[in-house]
């Protein structure tokens, strides 16, 4: 095992280690990186819509009464969890709302749509409404 004096991290063999693996994330993982950083710290909690109390009553009506008994502090803990996932989850949602390529949805569009149906959008819209009503 080589040590490193400087910084006192101890670093395996070069025969373990593949040249360049100690270089730093590669740019995928610095991609990887920067996309949770926003959803972790670019969007303010305070600007999203915290979670409805009913939906996690409606949630906790699921659980039968006796598993409830007596674990208040776990259902709880649980409670809070929820809250975060729905925090993280929107704020995800966010991102990659904000994030996404409007290319993306017409080229998805375009392949979902019949031949037909690309004939109509050129069809005048008093006609494409007869024809859509057959």
């Not at 009506?61 to 208040?72: E, F, I, R």
């Not at 704020?91 to 080229?107: G, M, N, S, T, Y």
């Not at 006609?127 to 859509?132: A, D, P, S």
Request: with cysteine; net charge negative.
């Amino acid at each position: 095992v080589v040590s490193t004096q400087s910084t006192g991290m101890t670093l395996p063999p070069d025969d373990i280690v593949s040249p360049g693996e100690l270089d730093g994330p590669s740019s995928q993982e610095k991609d990887i990186l920067r996309y949770y950083y926003y959803i972790q710290n670019g969007i303010d909690t305070e600007h999203v819509a915290p979670m409805e109390d009913i939906w996690l009553d409606n949630v906790l009506s699921l659980v039968p009464n006796k598993l409830k008994d007596g674990l208040a502090d776990y259902i709880e803990l649980l409670s809070d969890e929820m809250r975060e996932d729905y925090l993280l989850s929107v704020k995800k949602a966010i991102v990659d709302f904000v994030l996404r390529d409007p290319r993306e949805k017409e080229d998805a569009e375009d392949k979902n749509i019949t031949p037909i149906m690309k004939e109509l959008r050129v069809v005048p819209k008093t006609l494409g409404k007869i024809i859509h009503s057959c």
